[in-house]
């Protein structure tokens, strides 16, 4: 079972001349699969590296319903990577309007 998602990731690593982080984006496909063993994970496209691991227990399987499991986690991932593209959104934002402008009118 695999869904794939376009995420964009931050290059915080990166700073500008002021030592702040630059907001580059990386467009990433990732897929998100049941392993196995039952895990689910989040990965990049043509990679082996698991970015992400969501086990659940037997008894929450029993709680929730075994064929429910794969779309509570693929939720947790969606919630997830909206609320890391929001955080870098804001700021950015931040940034944007702190700078002082180098001319005025």
Known sequence: MSEEAHAQQGDESATDERGRPR???KEAILEFIETENGSLVLQEVGTD???VSIAFSDKVKQMVGAEHIHSIGQSM???AIATVMERQMRQYHAH???ETPKRFS
């Open 49 to 51: 590296e698991i970015l």
């Open 77 to 79: 991932i969606s919630a």
């Open 96 to 98: 944007v309007y702190d």
């Open 23 to 25: 907001f580059g984006a």
